[in-house]
Nanobody, 116 residues
Framework: QVKLVESGGGLVQPGGSLRLSCAASGSIFSFDAMGWYCQAPGRQRELVAIITEGGSTNYADSVKGRFTISRDNAKNTVYLQMNSLKPEDTAAYYC??????????WGQGTQVTVSS
């Protein structure tokens, strides 16, 4: 059994910053990739950023230069530093973890709202 627990969401003004954290626990020793997806009302869930165990990263074009993903392999924790937030970043953010490209785990989601 694997559990992903997110924290760090909330309400922030445009131009502000938030840091999301996701801690994985359970029977998996390590994850090949960990990352973040977001889902706004009426839209499909989409990739925000992902990082491999070796540190390679991939970002959605809309967040490049503003968001930074990182992970602590020893703690099985992934982070998302979000700067220069925009109203269009408002969404539920879901932590994601992957093993062998075929086994996927999801967190319960944390809400990020960017509004003045």
């Amino acid at each position: 059994q694997v559990k992903l627990v997110e924290s760090g969401g909330g309400l922030v003004q445009p131009g502000g910053s938030l840091r999301l954290s996701c801690a994985a626990s359970g029977s998996i020793f390590s994850f090949d990739a960990m990352g973040w997806y977001c889902q706004a009302p009426g839209r499909q869930r989409e990739l925000v950023a992902i990082i491999t165990e070796g540190g390679s990263t991939n970002y959605a074009d809309s967040v490049k230069g503003r968001f930074t993903i990182s992970r602590d392999n020893a703690k099985n924790t992934v982070y998302l530093q979000m700067n220069s937030l925009k109203p269009e970043d408002t969404a539920a953010y879901y932590c994601y973890a992957e093993v062998a490209k075929t086994i996927h785990f999801w967190g319960q989601g944390t809400q990020v709202t960017v509004s003045s």
